[in-house]
């Protein structure tokens, strides 16, 4: 079973970074949702969370995210 690094997460400063999902992910055997599901969004937003996490998917696993609003048109995010 794959592991996460639980309780040796290097995380700093106030709010979760990119950089940071980055390194634990370098150190995890999980995927990126795993991943994901396991690190606190620390100091951040919803909005911000949510951006973060798409961010982080894009950048592991190449994930392509649309956003719909009103039947409009997709727009990429």
């Not at 690094?5 to 390194?23: P, R, Y």
């Not at 599901?37 to 951006?51: H, K, Q, V, W």
Request: with cysteine.
């Amino acid at each position: 079973m794959k592991k996460v690094n639980k309780g040796k997460a290097k995380l700093s400063g106030d709010k979760l970074t990119l950089e940071e999902i980055q390194a634990e992910y370098h150190k995890s055997d999980v995927c990126m949702g795993e991943l994901l599901a396991f690190i606190p969004a620390r100091g951040l937003t919803m909005e911000e969370a949510f951006d973060l996490n798409i961010a982080a998917r894009k950048w592991a696993d190449g994930d392509e995210f649309y956003r719909v609003i009103d039947d409009g048109e997709p727009v990429k995010l």
